[in-house]
């Protein structure tokens, strides 16, 4: 990470003007380090958007977004990438990778054109850049976030504000939220939900043996989530053990999700204590597709989010959904699925005895569930994204040279 000296100078150095002209291609460089990372919810949106702009690309390489057209490729560090998009143009880093690729080679690599980030962070150096911030938690759930990262972010945050660098989030929800915490200008943010139906396109895999098991016989609730302090599983194991109090054969719970090392403190919840609680660790896309695909319901305590992505998914397809009643889930609408304060295990509770005793109810509630993530497209998000770029393009035609 550049030292605050060196931040600082970034931060001073002045910004060339007059920089894109209209009558050639807009070189689009997009910020390829999410292809060296497993895939959770950040690297889920970039990897939608940048496979939503190959789709879009003509026989010249050429994306067209009104009157400005964009000639995209892919910046990325050296090591391993996991399936980057075929169609896009790859310029890799021979040796960097990691924060000292992003921060040094990057600015470099981008020079010639407009940069797009599409998980949270940016070079300071980089000049011509927009940048899809996701949620505002190193600010509004500061606990859950180890401090080298918070501070880092805090730092990456007032770059973009001083630069007034224009920015994408993902929900109105955040915007407000980036706004009042870290001080961005609301006409500098804007908006592009991200899509889920990339669902639809994974082949779902045989359930794990143990999985299966639980399927046929007393069924399953699922919870994916890390072990962050702010996913609230704490909150899911309490209420699933009184549920199961009330109801012994009622189904067991299951918990996906991996750890991030470095990024969030470890809540560390001792479901080994719980019964009837397995615990997988990371699953990959088809299998977690027919995880959902057989849940008697996805539960999702957390009790803070951006957006939400495993609550679309699961309501793609069809999974019945039991949410905390974050402004995220009220954005995708709350008559999609049963809601409940994530602070209350006893809401929990609830909600759970719904799910497994009102199967009309549930039906419905599964029909709504499809409708508004029928709504949520890689596509649609990707428009959003381009007329921001253009925009962004426009802006910086009309500063005079």
């Not at 407009?114 to 850049?129: E, F, G, I, M, V």
């Not at 976030?145 to 918070?150: A, L, S, T, V």
């Not at 007393?218 to 996913?231: D, N, T």
Request: with cysteine; hydrophobic share 45%.
């Amino acid at each position: 990470m550049p030292t605050r000296s060196g931040v600082s100078s970034l931060l001073a150095a002045p910004l060339p003007q007059g920089r894109f002209d209209r009558e050639r291609p807009i070189p689009l460089i997009i910020n390829g380090r999410f292809l060296g990372r497993p895939v959770t919810g950040v690297e889920r949106v970039a990897r939608g958007i940048v496979g939503a702009i190959a789709s879009r690309m003509d026989a010249d390489g050429l994306v067209r977004a009104g009157d400005a057209v964009f000639r995209p490729r892919i910046a990325a560090p050296a090591g391993p990438l996991h399936a980057p998009p075929d169609r896009i143009p790859l310029q890799r880093s021979a040796r960097l990778h990691g924060h000292a690729w992003e921060q040094g080679a990057l600015p470099w690599q981008a020079r010639d054109g407009l940069l797009l980030n599409l998980c949270n962070t940016a070079p300071l150096a980089a000049r011509h850049q927009v940048t899809y911030v996701h949620d505002a938690g190193v600010y509004a759930i500061a606990d859950a976030y180890g401090w080298r990262f918070r501070h880092w972010y805090r730092t990456l945050h007032r770059a973009y504000r001083l630069r007034g660098d224009t920015l994408l989030t993902n929900s109105v929800f955040s915007a407000r939220e980036l706004q009042h915490f870290a001080g961005f200008a609301r006409d500098r943010l804007h908006v592009a939900a991200p899509g889920c139906d990339h669902i639809h396109d994974v082949a779902p895999a045989s359930l794990p043996v143990q999985i299966e098991r639980l399927a046929r016989s007393r069924g399953y609730f699922l919870v994916v989530a890390s072990r962050a302090r702010h996913k609230n599983v704490d909150v899911a194991l309490a209420a699933h053990a009184e549920f199961l109090r009330r109801h012994p054969d009622g189904p067991a719970l299951v918990l996906v999700g991996g750890r991030h090392g470095g990024v969030f403190e470890d809540a560390s919840p001792a479901d080994r204590d719980h019964r009837h609680v397995l615990r997988m660790g990371y699953v990959d896309d088809p299998t977690m597709v027919a995880m959902l695909r057989r849940a008697r319901g996805l539960v999702f305590p957390s009790r803070y989010e951006g957006f939400g992505l495993p609550l679309v998914e699961a309501m793609a397809v069809g999974c019945p959904v039991v949410a905390s009643d974050l402004p995220a889930a009220q954005e995708i609408g709350i008559d999609a699925c049963w809601t409940f304060p994530p602070g209350d295990p006893e809401a929990l509770v609830a909600a759970l005895d719904t799910v497994t005793s009102r199967p009309r109810e549930v039906h419905a509630k599964v029909l709504i569930g499809r409708h508004r993530a029928a709504q949520l497209t890689w596509d649609r998000c990707t428009d959003a994204v381009l007329a921001t770029l253009r925009d962004a393009c426009a802006a910086s035609r009309e500063v005079p040279a």
